[in-house]
């Protein structure tokens, strides 16, 4: 059993703590024999290098050295891939493996999740959260530590178990299950009881007209908490 970590992501805000992606590797050896496998580009050495240091199970560091096809043939391999929001999340996707992403500062899940049934967005369950673009975060990146390593720990080990990940507790996170709408578009729900809020709302009515708007139809109005 193989589980994928990519620790990087295209900036320092967008990236988990690497002692959080260790963690969740222990659990997944400790609970369900999942040896880790880590993937990256070779920017990403030193976090590979600190994630050695703290993994107690058994671990593979790839970083850097996979090109595109031979990244394709490791992910095909994985169970699961944890991972930041990355360009591996969306190849891991088309390859029909279901991933745990996290999303962080700018990156939010209904802007770029991944186009495939089953897989689980996590988003930190913060007022700021996602950060606007372009300006320095107030609050001293809390977004990175508030999804806890047993968040992930939690959904990760159940996957491998029963192939699905369950509604219920989701701490310091929003929890998205990723799938499919009725016209074939990229489509979440929530896990964790955050459909409701004022901003899934939002995000469904603003998709609902910009879809119109690009698809150069008559507007018709969105009909709240209905899927666009």
């Not at 400790?30 to 496998?37: E, Y």
């Not at 290098?49 to 394709?72: I, S």
Request: net charge negative; charged share 15%.
């Amino acid at each position: 059993l193989v589980v994928g970590f990519q620790l990087g992501a295209s900036a320092a805000a967008r990236q988990w703590p690497v002692e959080h992606f260790a963690q969740a590797a222990n659990r997944t050896w400790q609970d369900v024999g999942a040896a880790a496998v880590l993937v990256g580009t070779g920017a990403e050495k030193p976090l590979a290098a600190r994630f050695g240091q703290l993994c107690q199970g058994p671990w593979l560091d790839l970083v850097g050295a996979t090109n595109l096809p031979l990244l394709a043939a490791v992910a095909a391999e994985m169970r699961l891939l944890v991972t930041n929001d990355t360009g591996t999340l969306h190849l891991a996707a088309g390859l029909g493996v279901p991933s745990v992403a996290i999303f962080l500062a700018t990156a939010q899940p209904f802007d770029t999740g991944p186009y495939l049934t089953g897989c689980l967005c996590l988003e930190p369950d913060l007022p700021c959260h996602p950060c606007p673009f372009g300006a320095p975060c107030p609050h001293e990146h809390a977004c990175r530590t508030a999804i806890t390593p047993q968040t992930v720990a939690d959904a990760a080990v159940t996957f491998c178990r029963t192939g699905q990940f369950m509604p219920g507790g989701y701490p310091g996170a929003r929890a998205w299950l990723s799938g499919f709408d009725d016209a074939g578009f990229m489509d979440l729900s929530s896990l964790s009881g955050h459909d409701s809020e004022a901003r899934a709302i939002w995000l469904r009515c603003q998709r609902h007209v910009l879809r119109q708007f690009l698809d150069d139809v008559p507007f018709t109005p969105a009909v709240v908490g209905a899927a666009p």
